[in-house]
């Protein structure tokens, strides 16, 4: 267990290396919430509080963003040969695997606190058990993405084609889902991809855990056993494929 | 580019789509415009990465072994961001005529030459900004910071009435002068009639096509001299 917290330390730790990413992010969300979400608030006619809505999804949207970050990262290292340096240490591969995925979660949490903690104070922070239900499926979303995105790095093996493939999917995984607008008004095409979709879920648990109109969220029972499921799968998975496919090098 | 064209028909396909559902006008039909200038604007400024890197790696100095002028060297690339930029927004046009309507060949042989001014105006300020921020961090920072404030400060998304009830003073100065709200705007105008196309609007894009090409160009310029 020691050696999984070391390899989160290490992790956290290079959080703060990449400081000008962190603030560009950080004014990406206000100008989202800010500048976006207040004008099609403005424009949006069946319903009510949507500027809500949108700040929920959009906190959501970017703890998905910052935990896929480390499938990017584990490129950065297989540049620069540092793979092998870490392949050397005195540490199972599963617990570089699981520290990494959850050093994702955490790093991803602690990126979105202050916003979060901001948006709690506007809004006004109510049921506490509920909140804690929510901030702790957020955190496991989070762990899942980490995981999903360390599962397709070194599946792949490749940094252009898992640039390209995480440029589509972060593209359409953003829209297709709940996070920007409810399943209500999605075309059926639309809506039956994003009932599939974790992200969705993980916003709509977010927004119940706050008390928005359950009319237009999903089930939180249901929510909270689709994270599990995703976050147990995408780990599992990236645990397998990480085992297998970090030996031996040829890193394109 | 796998992400942009992803981004962009995501944006038009799926958000777009959504969001007619959810106001009171046709939201879809609205915003196909303003895709094809987010579109242009993203692939034209790509050359800022190239140039960027060029600069720290010391690849000027191979460009001016070349047996090509300076000048030429220099047109060349601004022709090639803005004309990288048109091929990129070209299918994205398509798509939005065959949304809304196909104009006459005239309009549309002035819209190909909005998005090129576009194009171009946007190369050079993507160059000026590379050459200016040799870090390449400061460059990414700079690069996201003007993406931001350029798509989301104007009129690509949602009509300048609306910046207009919201906010005030300078954020509604800025989306009115961005060139992005003018392209979008010049299309919607084109393609769907509304708003109507002023000698005004050409004239801010040729302002800030002009003041951007030749900061640009001279940017450049003395920048490949220095690397020497």
């Known amino acids: 267990m020691s ?3 070391l390899v989160i330390e290490r992790d956290l730790q290079s959080l703060i290396r990449h400081k000008s990413i962190l603030v560009m992010r950080w004014f990406f969300v206000i ?5 976006f979400g207040l004008a099609v608030s403005r424009l949006v006619v069946v319903m009510p509080n949507y500027y809500n809505y949108y700040a929920m999804g959009v906190i959501v949207m970017t703890m ?8 990017y990262e584990i490129y950065d290292e297989a540049d620069d040969g540092f793979v092998e340096y870490l392949l050397s240490l005195p540490i199972t ?15 991803s949490f602690i990126f979105m606190s202050p916003i979060i903690a901001v948006f709690l104070l506007i809004i006004g922070i109510l049921d506490p058990l509920k909140l804690l239900t929510a901030l702790a499926a957020l955190y496991g979303f989070a762990f899942g993405v980490s995981g999903l995105s360390i599962t397709l790095a070194v599946g792949l093996k490749s940094g252009d084609r898992f640039d390209i493939i995480m440029g589509a999917l972060d593209a359409f995984i953003v829209r297709l889902s709940t996070a920007l607008y409810p399943l209500a008004f999605m075309p059926g095409p639309i809506a039956a991809v994003s009932m599939f979709n974790p992200l969705s879920y993980a916003t709509d648990l977010f927004r119940w855990s706050l008390n928005f109109n359950m ?22 998975a990236g645990v397998m494929i990480y085992e297998r496919n970090l030996e031996g090098g040829s890193w394109r | 580019m796998a992400g942009l064209i992803s981004m962009n028909l995501a944006d038009l396909l799926i958000m777009a789509v959504v969001y007619t559902k959810m106001v009171s006008f046709n939201y879809f039909k609205f915003v196909a415009p303003g895709i094809v200038a987010v579109g242009l604007f993203a692939a034209a400024f790509v050359i800022g990465r190239e140039v960027n890197n060029e ?16 000048f030429e060297l220099i047109i060349g690339r601004m022709i090639a961001g803005g004309a990288r930029g048109l091929i990129y927004a070209i299918p994205l046009l398509v798509l939005a005529m065959w949304i809304l309507t196909f104009p006459s060949v005239t309009q549309l042989g002035l819209i190909i030459f909005a998005m090129f001014l576009l194009g171009m105006g946007i190369s050079g300020l993507a160059i000026s900004l590379a050459v200016i921020l040799r870090s390449f961090e400061r460059f990414t920072t700079a690069r996201s910071l003007i993406y931001l404030l350029l798509i989301f400060c104007s009129t690509v998304f949602y009509p300048l009435a609306v910046l207009q009830q919201l906010f005030g003073g300078i954020l509604v100065i800025f989306a009115e002068a961005n060139p992005l709200s003018t392209v979008s705007d010049l299309l919607r105008g084109y393609l769907m009639g509304t708003p109507p196309v002023t000698f005004f609007s050409w004239t801010e894009l040729l302002l800030f096509s002009t003041v951007f090409i030749l900061a640009g160009a001279g940017l450049y310029s003395l920048a490949i001299e220095r690397s020497v």
Do not use: C, W
């Open chain 1, 93 to 107: 591969r599963r617990e570089l695997v699981l520290g990494r995925s959850l050093a994702g979660g955490l790093r």
């Open chain 1, 31 to 35: 100008v989202q919430i800010g500048i």
């Open chain 1, 64 to 71: 998905y963003s910052v935990a896929i970050f480390t499938g």
């Open chain 1, 3 to 5: 050696k999984i917290l």
């Open chain 2, 55 to 70: 600069t720290r790696k010391g690849y000027n100095q191979y460009l001016l072994s070349l047996p090509i002028r300076r």
């Open chain 1, 215 to 236: 009319r237009f969220l999903a089930n939180p029972a249901v929510a909270l056993v689709v994270l599990v499921i995703f976050l147990m799968t995408f780990n599992f």
